[in-house]
T-cell receptor, first 112, second 116 residues
Framework: AQRVTQPEKLLSVFKGAPVELKCNYS??????LFWYVQYSRQRLQLLLR?????SIKGFTADLNKGETSFHLKKPFAQEEDSAMYYC??????????????WGLGTSLAVNP | GAGVSQSPSNKVTEKGKDVELRCDPI?????LYWYRQSLGQGLEFLIY????????KSGLPSDRFSAERTGGSVSTLTIQRTQQEDSAVYLC??????????????FGPGTRLTVT
């Protein structure tokens, strides 16, 4: 079965420290991968997608096909980065019957 | 433009009662998703509508749960004979046709359901 695995339920770091939120996916061709974020009392929203190769709010994520990983990284965490982060990828079913497969999420706490 | 809206924002109900939760997707989005978010359980997929295709109901936890989408727009999630374990935040999301384009899902604010 297709899976997205986020091994850490909770990650706690100090402000200014590097942070890495792990995401692994079950291998299947060339996946598209996403990171979504939910800040306290806000809607769940897209943070970044791997095909864009963009950096959003200082976060980057590199697709590593050899390790089937898409870890989210930021060199210097800020308190406002505290949030719930979800990794997701589309299912492989063709045509219109596609949906996102979600990891269980990692709660990031950045301490002052 | 307007985002995804959900109503009510909060619902408290007694065990055994039926509840209906509503979702208004972004205009023009053909795909609509329902999720359940519980503390410690992450984001649980419930059901997915895409255009006129048969919905993917594979995530519905029991036959007490059902959903419909009328006219390809508004959707209603119904929970019959609610149980305390149904207490959660129910999220709705919509996207453009995922078979043809990006998969970004736009989420509503959620409905917090509390079953007493």
């Amino acid at each position: 079965a297709q899976r997205v695995t986020q091994p850490e339920k909770l990650l706690s770091v100090f402000k200014g420290a590097p942070v890495e939120l792990k995401c692994n996916y079950s291998y299947s061709g060339s996946p598209e991968l996403f990171w979504y974020v939910q800040y306290s009392r806000q809607r769940l929203q897209l943070l970044l997608r791997h095909i864009s190769r963009e950096s959003i709010k200082g976060f980057t994520a590199d697709l590593n096909k050899g390790e089937t990983s898409f870890h989210l990284k930021k060199p210097f965490a800020q308190e406002e980065d505290s949030a719930m982060y979800y990794c997701a990828r589309p299912s492989n079913r063709a045509g219109n019957n596609r949906k996102l497969i979600w990891g269980l999420g990692t709660s990031l706490a950045v301490n002052p | 433009g307007a985002g995804v809206s959900q109503s009510p924002s909060n619902k408290v109900t007694e065990k055994g009662k039926d509840v209906e939760l509503r979702c208004d997707p972004i205009s023009g989005h053909t795909a609509l998703y329902w999720y359940r978010q519980s503390l410690g359980q992450g984001l649980e997929f419930l059901i997915y509508f895409q255009g006129n295709s048969a919905p993917d109901k594979s995530g519905l936890p029991s036959d007490r749960f059902s959903a419909e989408r009328t006219g390809g727009s508004v959707s209603t999630l119904t929970i019959q004979r609610t149980q305390q374990e149904d207490s959660a935040v129910y999220l709705c999301a919509s996207s453009v046709n995922p078979g043809r384009g990006p998969y970004e899902q736009y989420f509503g604010p959620g409905t917090r359901l509390t079953v007493t």
